[in-house]
């Protein structure tokens, strides 16, 4: 009997021989695996830029202003430790007047483009298994990452680049950012490493990842040589019938074939006004680094990348919490700040879901003086474009900071949010593994409708 797989093998030799002939992916929907695909509903945000702060941020000194924190500061705090107050004042921002600290002044200036959504809980309070939770929605196994399952459910709107991009990612967490069951085409394109940042180029050849062009053979040469190779890759492909890890090879390296004019060109900023650079901080300073990859963020999204995450750390201040949070928020606010302002001025951010956070906040008790511990019980993100409410605050912690009290949204609801604004039902974005129907929420989930706009 003709399966639609053996069809697709004996057709043009199959996926890796169709891409080779140049087929438009409107025109290869059902072969190709990065197609744009229509959503569950409409959608209100086409594509994502998740703020990745590595570390655990602290609420209580950024976006939850707690009066009675101030209040009380070296009283005992209620499981150990004394209550330390913060050392930066918050101040109602915009129009709306959300309640953000000083840490964050430029930020604070979008307001009310943003939703505060101030009580975050995870499973997890520990960094690795909150990170991995944050990313996949369990800590316990390996799963696709969120930005695996956004580009399986939508596909990407350039078959050039990869359809996820993961910038600067810490070393040692390719699961946050990996497909795992899910075809590997999925998976995030790793861009840079953490603490170092990527290859940004400022002219010249454009040359902007490692190894993207071959010095010593021209693209027909190129193409001849993986021509050969995919052809076995095939071979293999027809006698297994089916072998998930030679279908991703045979993706993965035509896409990377196709990124090797793309990409360089895309990641060469320096055409971008000097006014534009400014507006990110990323032509000097502490700023510069992040800054610079903020920008890339709009490139990339701009040019038609579903999914690019930016990370920022690190946020773990045990320890000298005062000079530290400064050091990190002074490095990322200019940067955010200037991606909100132009996604707006380009009328990108109404369908861009920006996401800020961490894998969970602090303390309001000290640790060590002049430091925080980690918080799983209740932290903050924020949301901004894409469909949310601006200027608007959900949820709440209580009058310390400790847990959530108030429209607690788990890890589950935020990851059934962020799907239902890309027009995603999380329940019926599902994948068939290992005997079961596995998706991102697992068997939970709800989405947030009141952060709606």
């Not at 197609?35 to 950024?62: N, Y």
């Not at 951010?349 to 002049?370: C, H, M, N, Y």
Request: glycine share 12%; charged share 20%; net charge neutral.
């Amino acid at each position: 009997m003709l399966t639609r797989r053996n069809i697709l093998q004996s057709v043009s030799a199959g996926f890796g021989y169709v891409a080779f002939k140049g087929v438009h992916a409107a025109e290869n929907a059902a072969s190709n695996p990065l197609a744009s695909k229509l959503p569950h509903f409409a959608a209100r945000a086409k594509r994502v830029i998740f703020l990745c702060m590595q570390g655990g941020p602290s609420h209580v000194d950024t976006f939850d202003h707690k009066p009675l924190l101030t209040r009380d500061h070296g009283k005992p705090g209620r499981y150990g430790g004394t209550l330390l107050k913060s050392p930066w004042e918050f101040r109602q921002r915009g129009d709306s007047g959300l309640w953000i600290s000083d840490l964050f002044p430029e930020v604070a200036k979008h307001a009310d483009d943003m939703t505060l959504i101030r009580s975050m809980q995870c499973d997890q309070p520990v960094h690795p298994g909150a990170m991995t939770q944050m990313h996949t929605g369990t800590a316990q196994f390996i799963r696709p990452s969120l930005g695996a399952w956004t580009l399986y459910g939508l596909g990407t709107e350039n078959d050039s680049l990869p359809g996820f991009v993961s910038l600067s990612p810490p070393a040692g967490s390719s699961r946050n950012y990996g497909s795992s069951f899910l075809p590997a085409i999925y998976g995030g394109s790793k861009v840079g490493r953490g603490g170092r940042g990527a290859r940004f180029v400022n002219g010249g050849s454009g040359e902007s990842v490692p190894d993207i062009k071959n010095p010593r053979w021209a693209d027909p040469q190129q193409r001849k040589q993986l021509d050969f190779i995919q052809s076995l890759n095939q071979a293999k492909l027809s006698r297994d019938q089916y072998q998930p890890d030679v279908e991703g090879i045979i993706e993965s390296y035509e896409l990377a074939f196709r990124m090797q004019d793309a990409m360089p060109e895309l990641m060469d900023t320096s055409q971008e006004s000097a006014a534009t650079l400014a507006m990110y901080g990323a032509d000097a300073g502490p700023t510069q680094n992040f800054g610079k990859q903020c920008l890339l963020a709009r490139r990339f999204i701009e040019a038609g990348v579903r999914f690019v995450e930016v990370t920022h750390g690190n946020w773990d201040q045990h320890v000298n919490l005062s000079t530290d949070h400064q050091l990190r928020a002074e490095a990322c606010d200019q940067p955010i700040a200037g991606l909100l302002a132009d996604l707006k001025q380009r009328d990108l951010l109404k369908d861009t879901l920006v996401i800020w956070g961490g894998e969970f906040g602090r303390t309001p008790s000290a640790q060590g003086g002049d430091g925080r511990n980690h918080n799983n019980k209740g932290y903050t993100t924020w949301m901004a474009g894409g469909g949310v409410k601006g200027g608007f605050s959900y949820g709440m912690t209580d009058e310390y900071g400790y847990e959530a009290i108030e429209n607690k949204c788990h890890i589950h609801d935020w990851h059934a949010t962020i799907l239902h604004l890309l027009g995603l039902d999380h329940e019926q974005l599902t994948y068939r593994y290992a005997g079961r129907d596995f998706r991102l929420t697992d068997v939970h989930g709800n989405v947030m409708h009141d952060i709606l706009a």
